[in-house]
């Protein structure tokens, strides 16, 4: 184990040469001794000190500026002052300046050794502190991207779960196959548009891709059919909502997520299905998706009737807004409707935008 290296500065050769052989014969220390302190701070930018034994009356830098320019340097090194009188202003601003001890002159060499021990002992602890602080820091930071690659690798796992889920409930229904995709997209991209955060953009896409989930528990006669539904068969579509719902529930999906699936076709004005609440009990999620979903719906082709162009889509729910639709929503989809269907349009950039990391 390599002995501390101690550094000491005194302009009187003869109290120099007095500490640096007191210290020498303790076999303790390696000692390099000078009498200017610019000496000593070339040194010290170039090698280790354990402690710095110093002067305070010296030409060219005092003791007080050389322990300034110390404790900004590394402030683990602790300095000892030696000084020959008893200026108690001398003494305050050493101290403020952080000096770890004073030796009145004249002192004795045992005072001396016991202090320079002392000394070195607070700045091994210092030492070893800020090691383990490090090693801590790098452990934690260490085990941090392990923790996000091991929560990217479950969040991958869940959304294609999720696809999967999807692609199951669309196989049975050849009219509305990609819609949740489409959905998902016009979705985002309002939500964007409405400046949602990060968190409310992955949830509000997770809902969307979800909101028809529950359509796998429609028979599946009633999905293919190729007419308009009877009352009968549609008050069993309008359960799909609830099926969806109740599906995710064991997942431990975010509330709003099972909100959207819940209430997507709920009415702004109460007028919807399942429940018939209206916009203040509606999660704006779910309003998002709402609109997204009946724009895809009535732009997408249907047996029974005709598919509405993209600027009619949007026109449609501009009129129904205060009635099916919420107004702030109808007004930001006929605000970015170019931008909308420009991404529609292009099966590339919907992709894209599908496969973000909105996280």
Known sequence: MEMPDI????????????????????????????????????????ESFSAVI????????????????VG?????????????????????????????EFLKKPFLMSDLHITVKQAVQKHELLVQNDIYRNHLENLVEQRTKEL?????????SYLNTIRAMV???????????????????????LGQALELGSEDLQNLRIGALLHDLGK??????????????????????KQHPIIGAKIIDPIGLPDCVREIILQHHEWYDGNGYPYGIDHHQINPLASIVSVADSVDAMTSQRPYRDNLDFPSAVKEVWLN??????????????????????????????????????R
């Not at 996000?148 to 991958?156: G, H, P, T």
């Not at 796998?216 to 069993?236: P, W």
């Not at 919420?326 to 991404?343: R, W």
């Open 7 to 46: 550094l000491v500065i005194d302009d009187d050769p003869a109290m120099l040469d007095c500490i640096r052989m007191s210290l020498i014969t303790m076999d303790t220390y390696q000692v390099r001794a000078c009498s200017d302190a610019f000496q000593a701070l070339e040194w010290l930018k170039t």
């Open 54 to 69: 110093s002067d305070v009356i010296m030409p060219r830098m005092n003791g007080l500026e050389l322990l300034k320019w």
């Open 72 to 100: 900004e340097f590394d402030s683990k090194i602790p300095v000892i002052l030696i000084t020959g009188n008893d200026d108690s202003e001398i003494m305050l601003q050493a101290i403020h300046l952080g000096a770890y």
């Open 148 to 156: 996000n690659d091991a929560r990217s690798m479950l969040e991958k």
């Open 167 to 189: 692609n199951a409930m669309e196989v049975n229904d050849i009219y509305t196959r990609g819609h949740s995709d489409r959905v998902t997209a016009i979705s985002v991209m």
């Open 216 to 237: 796998i528990g429609i028979m599946s006669n009633v999905l293919k059919k190729e007419q308009r539904l009877t009352d009968t068969e549609y008050d069993s579509m």
């Open 321 to 358: 807004q205060g009635k099916q639709f919420d107004p702030k929503i109808a007004k930001t989809l006929s605000q970015c409707q170019l931008q909308i269907n420009l991404v529609m349009s292009n099966s590339n950039k919907m992709k894209e935008l599908l496969i973000q990391d909105l």
